[in-house]
């Protein structure tokens, strides 16, 4: 059965479907959050909070549109807010000696570890917006016709955006493999 199909019966009232589609995202709206937060416990409490307001904003969604880019803009507006309501509680530096403890897999090899490391650390060191199109259009393996959607944009303003990012991050990383 289809997501959308499964989602008009989670509409509808047939709750017991939210698991099916709980299943089959949970994995990677949890990938999602955790390259947007670079913090695995927080990636698993938002996670649940997308699942929660899924259920909560069912009746949001309409019938027709793609499940998979509706459910990652909940998962948006969660990171979103958890942002605002955080921020002046942390500063925006991000604790990079930390994040290899987070991110990096210990029984990959020292040299990918380090290379990972570089590209992570680059990767903290964008905007929000530029990380976020990154994670989705790299990690999530979205199409920019997915993330255009998402993003409420043109595919046209994606790609430029994306061309714009990758150009970042290839700067911050260079200058990080330096040192």
Do not use: C
């Not at 043109?154 to 290839?170: D, G, P, S």
């Amino acid at each position: 059965m289809a997501d959308e199909q499964i989602m008009d019966a989670v509409k509808n009232g047939d709750l017991q479907q939210a698991t099916v589609l709980f299943e089959r995202y949970h994995k990677r709206i949890f990938n999602f959050l955790a390259r947007m937060t670079m913090d695995r416990a927080l990636a698993e409490d938002l996670t649940q909070n997308v699942f929660l307001r899924m259920i909560k904003y069912r009746n949001s969604y309409r019938e027709g549109n793609k499940f998979q880019s509706w459910i990652y803009q909940v998962a948006r507006n969660v990171f979103s807010d958890h942002y605002q309501v955080n921020k002046n509680r942390r500063s925006d530096f991000i604790d990079v000696e930390k994040m290899s403890d987070i991110i990096i897999d210990p029984d990959e090899g020292a040299a990918q570890n380090e290379r990972e490391n570089i590209l992570h650390r680059s990767m903290a060191m964008l905007n929000d917006e530029q990380r976020e199109l990154l994670v989705l259009t790299r990690f999530q393996q979205m199409k920019y016709e997915e993330v255009a959607v998402i993003m409420e944009t043109t595919v046209a303003n994606i790609k430029v955006k994306i061309h714009r990012a990758i150009a970042k991050l290839r700067e911050h990383y260079f200058e990080l493999e330096k040192i």
